[in-house]
């Protein structure tokens, strides 16, 4: 399952994902989730400085021979050196990391290198591409409309991006097409909506309930093609054209396990969704639940 990837925040936020009530993994039990996915045929990991203590513990079990992608954090405001601090983010994730070389760095926050220090900020990624610390440099985007300023910059190598069976965004405006097209990775993130979509649909109408016209039609759908809501959403993001990785985030193996298994489904039929989604359904960052 080399298209599947294994997101990391649950290794270092306890609170990481609406449906999370376990906290954070053990050392011990990331262990076995990581051997698990080694098994699995996984190779990728992603990571960022501001996942917790998520460097650390990837660092502690051993991540030799995985491609890690990691984020940088926001730019300082008023840094009066961005090629150092760059430089010394880096450093840090592969010292904590205990790795010689990244195959991804995203930005976290890609919206610094629109501002004045992005010429500065842009010049130190492609020096540590020429030292050989990191293969592909990129961003981390919400919105499909992000990559338009951040395009009209610079090819960048990698794009992780939000796609889901829900989120349709970057296919509508056909960014996942272009990216294929000038050879740029895509990883897509946020399959299941941080859990959202794989609740019990009871807890979500509870939580979420105005977005209940939405949950219906799922829950319809669902009932309709006899899929399990795992099933769907890995079905479809694994689907779409143009996408190199699909990341999951899991708080156990034996939820990978079950990843795993469902990575194999086809879709007969999409659910027929509003043509008006609310965007702060689609950005968990917004939401509010009750």
């Keep these: 399952m080399t298209q599947i990837a294994l997101g990391t925040a649950q290794f270092g936020i306890p609170s990481y994902g609406v449906a999370n009530t376990s906290g954070c993994l053990t050392i011990a039990e990331a262990n076995r989730v990581l051997q698990c996915a080694q098994l699995s045929g996984i190779d990728t990991l992603d990571t960022a400085v501001a996942y917790g203590q998520s460097e650390e513990v990837l660092g ?24 150092g601090w760059v430089d010394a983010e880096v450093r840090g994730s592969l010292g904590r990391l205990r790795i010689n070389r990244l195959h991804g760095l995203l930005l976290h926050c890609p919206g610094d290198i629109l ?9 130190a990624l492609d020096t540590l591409k ?13 919105a499909p409309e992000d990559l338009d300023s951040l395009f009209a910059l610079r090819r960048f190598d990698l794009v992780q991006a939000p796609i889901s069976i829900l989120d349709q965004r970057m296919i509508h405006s056909g960014w996942t097409r272009r990216l294929a097209r000038e050879g740029v990775e895509l990883h897509a993130r946020s399959a299941f909506l941080q859990g959202l979509l794989l609740m019990p649909e009871t807890v979500r109408m509870e939580r979420f309930p105005c977005w209940s016209n939405i949950w219906q039609i799922w829950s319809d759908w669902l009932n309709h093609t006899r899929l399990t809501p795992l099933r769907a959403c890995l079905a ?3 689907s779409v054209e ?17 990843i795993v298994q469902a990575a194999t489904a086809d879709l007969p039929s999409l659910p027929t969704w509003p043509e008006w989604i609310d965007p702060i359904l689609l950005n968990p960052r917004l939401w509010n639940p009750v």
Excluded: F, M, N
């Design 60 to 83: 502690q079990i051993g991540v030799v021979g995985w491609k890690v992608v990691t984020k940088l954090p926001a730019l300082p405001s008023k840094c009066a050196d961005v090629a």
């Design 115 to 123: 501002g004045p220090a992005g010429p500065e900020y842009l010049s």
């Design 130 to 142: 020429d030292s050989g610390l990191v293969d592909k440099v990129g961003v981390s985007i919400y």
């Design 236 to 238: 479809y993001a694994l």
């Design 242 to 258: 143009g996408v190199d990785r699909v990341i999951v985030g899991v708080d156990r193996v034996a939820h990978l396990e079950e």
